[in-house]
């Protein structure tokens, strides 16, 4: 019974900073996931490029050096490599503290939704594509108007599993202290010490959001089905 | 005087894949209005040595000529040959994420053939022919295999193609969706098309072709009208197949 006591005298003298909390994290997950859905795709489409002097394919390389080496590393790892190495490596460009944390951030989500839409292209039938060059198109116009509309809806339940774990993600950033709702948590148990409560609360706000975020994008994919029945 | 002109002509075609020698040396001609039908084993080749026809497989080595164009040469544009060579699949590879109309009509726009208009007239006519206009907003999903393969024939006659190349069309097919599929080949092949079919279809082939190729290990093991080699083959190999098969 105190739990809950507690829990609604935290929740009516610190929801500004819950929200404000709430805001950040909302900022960076939508940031994070425009981006890497726009470099995923484009590191993806590099992946499967045959571009090449001879046998060597310089796009293809690089995509595949990115995706391990990304996958490699704990993302806390490259949290850090990025808030202390940026500012030092391009001082000129004065970035914030927030801005290297979300840089970091879609640093590391480009290389997962790299392969998840890579894998959604190479799910589509090569009948598509032999079709489709038989009847004289060029590769572009064959990625364009055939596979990559199929390819979406094998893509679109991953990323949604992605855009829900880069929300989660941006806990670690309360590492360094950008205000983002884990570090509201921090903030707040070191006015009140109690831990349980402001963890609680913090906790339930993810769920809604990541609960929300799934089912909006499992909306979305049932009327992506339904044009084609 | 010989009044027929050649269309296709292939030299010396060798195809391997890995350590695997699919085609050891395929050497053979198609000429304008030819109906051609290439029988034989599974592994002897006959569906290598068709997709090698538009450059689907490239040759390990080896010529085709189209047209009186090398366009196994590198330097060849080989999307604006492909154009004029149509292509029917086993497994139909009707494009699922277009419409019945779009899926005849997106090649033609988009290659600069046609204006939309122009080419929906077209898809409408077309589809008519096989008995799919009624299907023309709905999509591949909802088709039988022997609607899809229909629409696969439509949409590829609709680039206007100077030849028609069938890969084992009605395999994949329920045994009775076979006869409307063959239906619209054979009405196809009485337009004068000119066509290369790679069947099983036995007394299919025997009816509607001009020539027959029998091929097996890689090359082609006999060749002659129907009759010569449905009814009197000469090579050992032909006999046993045939024999095998019934038709």
């Known amino acids: 019974m105190e739990f809950f006591i507690v829990m609604s005298k935290v929740w009516s003298q610190y929801w500004r900073l819950f929200m404000h909390g709430l805001g950040m994290t909302l900022l960076m997950g939508f940031l994070t996931v425009l981006a890497s859905t726009v470099f995923g795709s484009l590191m993806a489409l590099m992946r499967r490029s045959n571009w090449g002097i001879g046998k060597v394919k310089p796009l293809q390389a690089i995509a595949i050096a990115y995706v391990e080496v990304i996958r490699g590393t704990p993302i806390l790892l490259q949290l850090y490599f990025f808030y202390f190495m940026l500012p030092k490596w391009l001082p000129f460009l004065n970035l914030s503290e927030f801005a290297c944390v979300l840089i970091a951030c879609c640093v590391n989500s480009t290389a997962y939704v790299c392969e998840i839409v890579r894998a959604g292209i190479q799910a589509v039938d090569y009948g598509q594509t032999e079709a489709a060059r038989s009847l004289g198109l060029n590769s572009r116009q064959t990625m364009l108007h055939i596979v990559l509309p199929q390819a979406v809806k094998n893509i679109l339940p991953a990323l949604c599993n992605e855009f829900v774990a880069i929300v989660k993600e941006t806990s670690l950033a309360s590492t360094f202290f950008i205000g983002e709702l884990m570090t509201q948590f921090k903030t707040i148990n070191g006015i009140t010490f109690r831990v349980l409560e402001p963890l609680t609360i913090v906790g339930i706000i993810y769920f809604l959001l990541t609960f929300t975020l799934s089912k909006a994008i499992a909306v979305f994919e049932r009327r992506l089905n339904a044009s084609e029945r | ?153 439509v949409r590829a006659l609709a680039m206007e193609p100077d030849v028609m190349l069938f890969d084992e069309p009605t395999s994949a097919l329920d045994p009775e969706m076979v006869g409307e599929v063959l239906q619209v080949i054979k009405d196809l092949v009485k337009t004068g098309m000119t066509t290369v079919i790679v069947t099983h279809e036995m007394g299919f082939a025997k009816e509607v072709s001009d020539r027959v190729l029998f091929m097996d290990g890689g090359l082609i093991a006999e060749k002659g009208t129907p009759d010569e080699v449905f009814n009197h083959p000469q090579n050992p190999r032909t006999k046993e197949f045939l024999g095998k098969v019934l038709y």
Do not use: W
């Not at chain 2, 997106?106 to 409408?124: C, N, R, S, T, Y």
């Open chain 2, 1 to 153: 005087m010989n009044d027929k002109k050649e269309l296709i002509r292939v030299e010396d075609l060798h195809k391997s894949f890995g350590s695997l020698n699919v085609l050891k040396g395929v050497t053979e001609q198609v000429e304008k209005g030819e109906v051609v039908s290439v029988i034989g084993p599974s592994g002897g080749g006959k569906s290598t040595f068709l997709r090698c026809l538009n450059l689907l497989e490239v040759p390990t080595s080896g010529h085709i000529y189209f047209e009186g164009v090398d366009i196994t040469d590198k330097n060849v544009d080989i999307n604006l040959h492909r154009q004029k060579m149509g292509m029917v699949f086993q497994h139909f590879n009707v494009f699922n994420n277009l419409t019945v109309g779009k899926n005849v009509t997106l090649a033609p726009v988009l290659l600069g053939k046609k204006d939309q208009k122009a080419a929906d007239e077209m898809a409408k006519e077309l589809l008519d022919r096989v008995g799919l206009y009624e299907k023309v907003d709905q999509y591949p999903k909802k088709l039988s295999g022997g609607q899809k393969q229909r629409l696969a024939i």
